[in-house]
């Protein structure tokens, strides 16, 4: 599988751009995997960006229609999140992108769909990133 390294770019990025792709994430990319959530506005409105990210990924993190397939996606996510080695909130935009890019394949197992299924989902992160990065004078590249 051919993965786009997002986490090689997020600390570069300012903690807006960081937000805004967090919640392209986790209200638009994550509905592909069936996962629809509606943000709690007033737990959200007049955080800081940092803050902000920390709640929005929290509220996500609570959307668990399926506990054995969010579980096992959130164990890979982290371990891969770790050997990135990230610190703050870098290191949540990372987690929670890898995360929903787990929870992507939800049709069947057979791994070569599996794995097209993961390589489709980081492609559009990285383009939805690399969109955002640049509204930030930010480039970057695969």
Known sequence: MTELALHNHLSHLPEEALQEFTEWCVLEQAKEAGYKLTPDRSKL?????????????????KVKPDPIRTGLAGAIAGK???????????????????????????????????E????????????????????????ISS
């Open 116 to 139: 097209a299924i993961l390589t489709q989902a980081s492609q559009q992160q990285f383009e939805k990133l690399s969109q955002i990065a640049k509204k930030y004078d930010v480039e």
């Open 80 to 114: 891969q999140a770790d050997k990135h080695a990230l610190s703050g909130v870098a290191a949540i935009v990372d987690f929670v992108s890898l995360y929903i890019r787990y929870l992507i394949p939800k049709e069947g197992s057979e791994q070569e769909k599996a």
């Open 45 to 61: 409105d007049k955080l800081p960006t940092g803050d902000y990210i920390y709640q929005l990924v929290d509220q996500f993190m």
